[in-house]
């Protein structure tokens, strides 16, 4: 059982042994190549496969090119870049309809627009069983404001950009929902949380300039997931305060009703792809305040980068407690 970690801890090393001066590779959302003046180029890349990343049976087609493209331009966001172009690949089916193709390509064209993100190209081919999808994205950042995984430090803040748990909560009601079940409101903003995030792009940016933001990446596979990968990165531990943990009303109802353990689905739930960021101490609450006057809503402390490294604890009224599910990994069995 390998595990996706494993994975790239396994296959990486060679690759990254006689890596030229100012490149950065594997190991953070974006891959870092000097470009001009003080700017660098990030590239980053996903691959989406049907059955595993999405249903194509249960998300429309506009949703899923919405999507695709999102989910990309979460990890320059996380860089403090500005995404610019794509290429996109697809392995198509042979049942799949014009109609459909239409739909996926105005989706993308949507997020694409108000992005300012140009499609410049890449591949297509038949496929004889699942429809896969790989989106590359290149954007730019300023050399001096990109900020990595490894930069976690003990003592520093732990926080987010955004609620969690509400695209865990879409999916388990899209998983769960009868064909001709009629959703709530709160039920269908999860649903439209998860088939439609919104890469904070311009949050990213803002973060990434201020020096007392140390260590940043994307919430895609869960707090959970995504958090060893700065400890890591950083050879830190971490500590999460549970009753701090953002989560909307909507995601709240949808707990009660459902019978869902709520803590299990801000702290194990991915694909919300809001920053999760570590901060300077003493410059938390100034920070704070000055995201909170520029985009309206709370850059929420979660919990605090410790010196245990490897060792993620979570406390519920300062006692630690275990929970139930991990984030998303791939490669593991079960």
């Known amino acids: 059982d390998l595990g996706e970690f494993g994975f790239i801890a396994r296959f990486s090393p060679s690759f990254l042994k006689k890596l030229p001066s100012g490149l950065v590779g594997i190991g953070d959302d974006c891959a870092v190549i000097p470009w001009k003046d003080r700017k660098k180029l990030l590239v980053t890349t996903d691959l989406l496969i049907d059955g595993v990343h999405f249903l194509k049976d249960r998300v429309s087609p506009f949703d899923l090119g919405y999507k695709s493209l999102a989910v990309n331009l979460s990890d320059i966001a996380a860089m403090g870049g500005t995404p610019l172009w794509a290429f996109l690949s ?27 993100v140009h499609l ?20 730019l950042a300023d050399g001096r404001h990109i900020r990595y995984r490894s930069s ?45 995030p919104r890469p904070h792009l311009d949050e990213g940016r803002f973060l990434a300039s201020q020096p007392e933001v140390r260590a940043m990446m994307d ?3 869960g707090i959970d997931s995504d958090l060893r990968r700065i400890m ?3 050879s830190c531990g971490v500590k999460i305060y549970l009753e701090q943990l ?25 694909e919300d792809y809001c920053l ?35 060792k993620l604890v979570y406390l519920r009224a300062g006692r630690p407690v ?9 490669f593991r069995r079960g």
């Open 152 to 196: 976690a430090r003990p003592g520093e803040i732990v926080a987010v950009t955004g609620n969690l748990g509400d695209s865990e909560g879409g999916l388990r009601l899209i998983l769960g929902n009868r064909p001709g079940k009629k959703l709530s409101a709160a039920e269908k903003y999860l649903v439209q949380r998860h088939y439609r």
């Open 232 to 234: 890591e990165s950083s």
């Open 246 to 270: 953002p989560v909307s009303a909507a995601l709240q109802k949808c707990c009660r009703q459902h019978g869902w353990n709520l803590e299990e689905v801000a702290a194990a739930g991915g």
């Open 276 to 310: 999760l960021l570590t901060v300077a101490p003493e410059k938390f609450t100034a920070l704070a305040e000055k995201f909170f006057r520029r985009f309206r809503r709370p850059l929420s402390a979660i919990g605090q980068v410790t010196p245990d490294r490897g």
């Open 90 to 116: 697809l392995a198509i089916p042979p049942e799949t309809e014009i109609a459909w193709l239409d739909e996926f390509f105005r989706g993308w064209r949507k997020l694409g627009s108000r992005t300012g």
């Open 120 to 139: 410049l190209g890449g591949d297509t081919t038949g496929s004889l069983n699942s429809l896969a999808i790989n989106v590359v994205v290149l954007g």
């Open 322 to 330: 275990a929970l139930g599910k991990i984030g998303f990994n791939h």
């Open 219 to 221: 919430v895609s596979d």
